[in-house]
Every structure is written in C-alpha cells, then in structure tokens.
C-alpha cells in the first residue's frame, strides 16, 4: 500500500495530537474538525478501506470499535457520538487508510448528507 499522510503520523514523522496508542491501534484529533469531538482512530495495519479488511482482519476491526467506543468516553463524549467510516472517494473517502471517525458534541442530521 501507498504511503498516506496517516502511515506517517503512526510513524511519527509528521506532527498529530494522539489521545491513544496501543499495539494495534492509534487515535489523533482530526486536524480539521466537523464537531467539538472530531477523532480520528486507524490501524496501525494499512488497509486502504474498511472493504479492503479480510477474515484474519476480523480481531482488528472488532479492537477498532471496541476502543472508538473507549476512546470516545475518555474524551468526555458520554453516550453520544457517531461513528463514521468513508469506503471509497465516491462517498468522500480522501485519505486512504481506513479510519472511524468519531465524532460527538453537536446536533446531527439523520440521514447524513
Ligand atoms: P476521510 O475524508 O473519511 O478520508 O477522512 C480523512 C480525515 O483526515 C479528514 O477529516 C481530514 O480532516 C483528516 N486529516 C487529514 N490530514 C490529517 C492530519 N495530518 N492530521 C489529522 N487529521 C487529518
């Protein structure tokens, strides 16, 4: 896989605002927020889109929701937030290393736009 802007910040060659590492995982701020609470949580595993994951990714993607979920009461979003994953350019998919975008404290629209 290519390298992303995401490869390099689990690599710490360029600069993101972590709020939580572990063996598997990483989450960092979005540097251009679209709520209060706007993070970021990847794999440190790349995989272009959460399409792209195969069956022995499976442990993987449950740790990635299991800690979104950790992650967003640590950041004092309570019980309310959403999660958000974009597979593809189509559906605004811009950078290409999967990641769940969490994001809390505001009013959302159903259905997203
Ligand atoms: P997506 O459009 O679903 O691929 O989301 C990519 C997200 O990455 C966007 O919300 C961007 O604001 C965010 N982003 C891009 N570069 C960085 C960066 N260097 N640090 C933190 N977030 C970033």
Not at 26 to 38: E, G, M, S, T
Not at 69 to 87: E, K, P, S, W, Y
Not at 102 to 112: E, V
Request: hydrophobic content about 45%.
């Amino acid at each position: 896989m290519a390298e992303t802007i995401f490869s390099k910040i689990i690599n710490r060659e360029i600069p993101a605002d972590i709020v939580y590492e572990d063996e598997l995982c990483l989450a960092f701020r979005d540097v251009n927020p679209q709520a209060p609470i706007h993070i970021l949580i990847i794999p440190k595993k790349p995989i272009e889109k959460v399409a792209d994951a195969q069956a022995d990714d499976q442990q993987l993607m449950g740790h990635l929701l299991l800690k979104a979920g950790d992650v967003a009461r640590q950041q004092g979003c309570g019980d309310a937030f959403r999660l958000i994953i974009n597979n593809g350019e189509a559906v605004g998919q811009t950078v290409f290393h999967m990641h769940i975008h969490i994001l809390a404290g505001r009013n959302f629209q159903w259905p997203p736009g």
